[in-house]
């Protein structure tokens, strides 16, 4: 596995999550949010998950507060938003940032690997996703806009 492996991530319940326990897995990365317009993609997210997790895939969701103030919650109402709304089965871990100076370092290194439109690098809202292939390499970014269904192609040529 890349460089993807040398992270460590939070789990919502403050456990420290070693990202090489995903290697041989593709990973779809999304920052996410309780209170957004894109919010129901949870239900497409999901959808995706459930569709390939036999198959390799993973889905992790990172709440994030950085957009609008849309996920105020703390980690026990983020669960609970996600399990009983959306029935959200994949990993929900804890809240992070995803620009500025207090950028999770997953995200500093996903938006290097994956810069935006014209090369920038900043995530403009929730539910930017990051496709990670089985070597740990990031093979596709896509905007907010981009319904999870329309992920299936992508994701199966990683598969």
Not at 71 to 96: Q, R
Not at 110 to 139: H, M, Q, S, Y
């Amino acid at each position: 596995m890349s460089d993807i492996g040398k992270f460590t991530v939070t789990a919502a319940d403050g456990r420290a999550v070693d990202m090489s326990a995903y290697a041989g897995r593709v990973l779809l990365i999304v920052n996410t949010a309780s209170q957004c317009g894109f919010t129901p993609q949870y239900e497409g997210l999901e959808a995706l998950h459930r569709r390939y997790e036999a198959q390799g895939l993973t889905v992790l969701g990172f709440p994030c507060n950085q957009f609008g103030g849309q996920e105020p919650g703390d980690a026990t109402e983020i669960a609970n938003f996600c399990s009983t709304t959306y029935d959200v089965t994949f990993p929900v871990l804890a809240k992070v940032e995803v620009n500025g100076d207090g950028a999770d370092p997953l995200f500093q290194w996903l938006k290097a690997e994956a810069p935006g439109l014209l090369g920038t690098k900043r995530i403009k809202w929730n539910f930017t996703k990051f496709l990670v292939n089985r070597d740990g390499e990031v093979v596709g970014r896509y905007a907010p806009t981009t319904k999870p269904e329309d992920l299936s192609k992508d994701i199966e040529a990683v598969l």
